[in-house]
């Protein structure tokens, strides 16, 4: 297939994503002489983008999340990197092993090899105050922000393992931290709600869900709680609010079976390989132990040097083989 020069769809490689995994991918691809398309739905730099401060990515004792997601690009860019806007609908495999990703501006781009690096979605709460007070207050990376929280008072909402784990996380910073749940049963596991209700900083407040997130200029004050039982209103003052209520990865653009946990994030071998040959994934969506900026540019860069392997590797099977496929 020859492509006309304004509408290229053939290359060795497909990137979908442009949060740090997608851009780092695309800085190695482009070091490595690997011909790649990055396909981004908004400004690159994902979840940099919704990230005000960043204190924990080694070289930069500060720096703003979008500082960052523009060094970035510009570091991609400047090793060729070549970004398109737009959203992908479908990844899927074809008999020959190419692979075809289609997006919502009706393209449809080819490659033996995709890196899927479309990061997760935090499941927002949805109560008024949350969006307004995102970044200022409202925050969904313990790790990440807790660090802006040192000796104040914070809340933590959710009940699952991420809940109990990060509230315990954000007593190395906060003075107290609420940890509101839903309901009175927790789902996190025994020994996490066993740690988190031992920690003398945390407080657990049960059956109550937090109807609105209330603040001022500086930032958050106040959450407005109800109780799920009696249904009475409260205030809880408070200077942040941690949400774990869970996070859908964006795996479902992959349009065949693939090996996922029942979260549905994606399981791959230590080269960063999927359970479907030349789909590879990094970042924010594959089953790992913990989800920072560090590791998601670790997992792209392992991706990448194995994509290189795959590729040379393709070459001399279809080399050797009599119909001159693989
Ligand atoms: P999760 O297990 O799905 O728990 C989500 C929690 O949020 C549940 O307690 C749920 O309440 C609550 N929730 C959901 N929607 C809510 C809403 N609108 N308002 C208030 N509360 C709401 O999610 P997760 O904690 O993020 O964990 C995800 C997966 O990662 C799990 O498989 C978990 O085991 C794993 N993980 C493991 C570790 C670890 O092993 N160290 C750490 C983090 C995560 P209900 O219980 O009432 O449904």
């Known amino acids: 297939m020859t492509d006309k020069k304004d509408e290229k769809i053939n290359y060795d490689i497909i990137i979908v994503g442009g949060g740090p995994a997608g851009l780092c991918a695309a800085m190695y691809s482009g070091r490595g002489m690997l011909d790649a398309l990055v396909i981004e739905r908004g400004l690159p730099g994902g979840e940099l983008l919704n990230t005000e401060l960043i204190e924990d990515y080694p070289g930069f004792e500060s720096i703003l999340g979008r ?12 090793f060729g990197a070549n970004i398109v806007t737009d959203t992908v609908d479908a990844i899927e495999r074809k008999e020959d092993g190419e692979f075809e990703v289609r997006t919502q501006l009706n393209k449809v781009y080819h490659a033996p090899t995709v890196i899927i690096t479309a990061g997760g979605t935090p499941i927002k709460l949805g109560v008024p105050g949350e969006a307004e007070y995102a970044g200022r ?5 313990a790790v990440c922000d807790g660090a802006f929280f040192k000796g104040d008072t914070i809340a933590v909402i959710g009940g699952g393992d991420a809940a109990l784990e990060e509230a315990g996380y954000l007593t190395r910073y906060a003075e107290k931290v609420y940890l ?10 025994a020994l996490l709600q066993q740690r988190a209700f031992n920690n003398p900083k945390i407080e657990v407040i049960r059956s109550k869900v937090v109807e609105a997130i209330e603040g001022g200029p500086s930032g958050t004050t106040n959450l407005k709680l109800k109780d799920t039982k009696t249904g009475e209103m ?3 003052p408070v200077t942040g609010v941690f949400i774990f ?3 859908t990865p964006n795996s479902g653009l992959i349009k065949e079976h693939f090996e996922h946990d029942e979260g549905g994030y994606i399981v791959t071998d230590w080269n960063m390989m999927t359970s479907i040959p030349g789909l590879f994934a990094a970042g ?3 089953v790992q132990l913990t989800r920072q900026i560090t590791t998601a540019v670790g997992d792209a860069t392992t991706a990448v040097i194995a994509v290189e392997k795959y590729l040379a590797e393709r070459k001399e099977s279809k080399a050797a083989s009599p119909l001159g496929t693989a």
């Open 284 to 286: 924010d969506l594959r």
């Open 67 to 78: 500082d960052l997601a523009e060094k970035m690009a510009d570091h991609a860019k400047k």
């Open 137 to 141: 207050g409202v925050s969904y990376c």
């Open 234 to 236: 409260s205030d809880l």
């Open 245 to 247: 209520i869970g996070f």
């Open 180 to 189: 509101i749940h839903r309901r009175d049963e927790f789902r996190g596991s």
